[in-house]
C-alpha cells in the first residue's frame, strides 16, 4: 500500500489527467464532474490484498463489519474483479461465488478459523468516465 502522501499525490495527479482538456462531451462521452477524494486514514481490511495502483476513501465501520472503497482508472470492471479473485485465493482465502451483471461484478468470499466472510463490488463510476470503484466488505 501507497503511504499517505504518495496516495494524496497520485490521486491529484489522477484528477487532473481526467478532468484536463476539454469539457464538452464530444462522442456522448459523460464528462469528468469529479473523483472522490482521498482519505489517508483509509486502509484496506485486514488480511485483504490490495490492487496496485488503487486510491482508497471512505472508510467505514458497522459493528464488526470493515468497509472501504478504493478508485481505479481503468474500465474494463469485469477484468478487475476477475484478478482480485485470484488474488484472494493466493492469499488463502476461498472464494464462495461471484456475480456478473452488465453493470457491476462481485465476489463472496471467506476464510477460518476463526471465520471471516467478506465481498468485493466493483462498478463504473459515475460521476468520471474509465474509473471503477472497488467496494471491500470483511465482516470479522
Known sequence: M??????LALLVLVAATAC????????????????????PGAAMPAGLPPIDGQV???????????I??????????VKVRDDYVTALKGAGWKI???????????AQFSKGPPLQAGTVKIAPLDTCKGYVTVRYKLNE
Open 20 to 39: 484536463s482538456g476539454s469539457s464538452s462531451t464530444k462522442g456522448g462521452a459523460t464528462p469528468c464532474t469529479g473523483l472522490p477524494t482521498v482519505d
Open 2 to 7: 501507497l503511504p499517505p502522501m504518495k496516495r
Open 68 to 77: 472501504v472503497y478504493g478508485l481505479l482508472k481503468t474500465t474494463d470492471f
Open 56 to 66: 482508497l476513501y471512505e472508510p467505514s465501520t458497522q459493528g464488526k463489519t470493515h
Open 96 to 106: 464462495d461465488g461471484t456475480d456478473q451483471e452488465s453493470v457491476e461484478a462481485e
